[in-house]
């Protein structure tokens, strides 16, 4: 493998390059691409380098000019599926993740129970990095990325805040989970309460047995919930009832190594209904194919494309 093949800049030039392809990529797109090459000058050789690929892999990947050929699959599939291989699949997954200089952090399909210095404990989920930060005055939590659940010990001097996101969760009691979801987080309140402030909102406080979730155009409104089925995950399950399948997706990737792509970003709206064991991720894909209406290239792969069947 290439030396530039192991540079961020490169692997991020790939993903434009894809993003490029798909039939979804808008002017705001283009306009978040052009400041991109303009930012600096190696964006644009990266950017090169990736157009280069595109007429090496119908050569490396003759199976997925075969698929594409027989119109089973899309042109946007073949470069991911090009991009797996000629990039090289456990570089391009590393890359993409962070946290990487956490205080705390799992692995894949790992659960790890922490005691931080206040007496306080955490339940960090698959694949989730966790930093504290405590002084005399407050308790701060940063969560960089996944899940935890949070059981914090009473100190009335020092406030237990968790920043997750744009957002951050302050406990008014004992017990709750955060999942971080894009550019937002789903708070979960198990036990009292939790005053919740998303980007530039107001603070609203949340009490047990109810969730609310914030993002970047702010807080949602609070929903009532199942408190086994936001816990399952701390027994080894991963329920889903009408959630998309994009969402579905990120939660699979902290529990099985390696990426699932969509060839087609519609296929992100599928609504998923299952409860699936964490610890037999790796059939969970041949489940989906068998169930929705999509296929699958490298089910059992380090990156899987999936498609409209």
């Known amino acids: 493998m290439a030396e530039y093949e192991t540079d961020p800049t490169y692997i991020e030039a790939l993903e434009w390059f894809v993003r490029m392809t798909d039939k979804g990529f808008t002017s705001a797109d283009r306009i978040a691409f052009d400041r991109w090459i303009g930012e600096d000058p190696s964006h644009a050789e990266a950017f090169q380098r990736a157009e280069m690929l595109w007429k090496r892999f119908d050569i490396v990947v003759p199976e997925y000019r075969q698929l594409r050929a027989s119109g089973r699959i899309g042109r946007r599939s073949v470069v991911l599926g090009g991009f797996a291989l000629l990039v090289g699949a456990p570089t391009f997954y590393g890359l993409s993740r962070n946290g990487l200089f956490a205080d705390y952090k799992t692995d894949v399909a790992e659960r790890r129970s922490i005691a931080l210095s206040d007496g306080s404990m955490v339940e960090l989920g698959g694949y989730s990095a966790l930093s504290s930060e405590f002084d005399g005055r407050q308790r701060r939590v940063v969560l960089h990325r996944g899940q935890a659940f949070f059981k914090v010990a009473a100190d009335p001097t020092r406030p237990f805040v968790v920043q997750a996101a744009n957002g951050t969760a302050r406990a008014l009691g004992t017990q709750f989970d955060i999942r971080l979801t894009g550019d937002g987080a789903v708070v979960s309140v198990i036990e009292h309460a939790v005053e919740v402030r998303g980007h530039e909102t107001s603070a609203i406080t949340v009490g047990a047995g109810w969730q609310v979730t914030y993002d970047s155009t702010g807080i ?71 169930t929705l209406p999509v296929e699958i290239i490298n089910a059992h792969g380090y990156i899987a494309v999936l498609y409209r069947r």
């Open 220 to 290: 949602g409104p609070t929903t009532q919930i199942d408190i086994e089925t936001v816990q399952a995950w701390r027994s080894n399950r991963l329920v889903f009832e009408d959630v998309p399948l994009r969402q579905v997706i990120t939660e699979i990737e902290r529990y099985r190594r390696g990426r699932i792509l969509l060839a087609d970003s519609t296929i992100g709206d599928i609504p998923i209904t299952a409860v699936f064991d964490t610890a037999q991720m790796d059939s969970v894909l041949v489940h989906m194919a068998e």
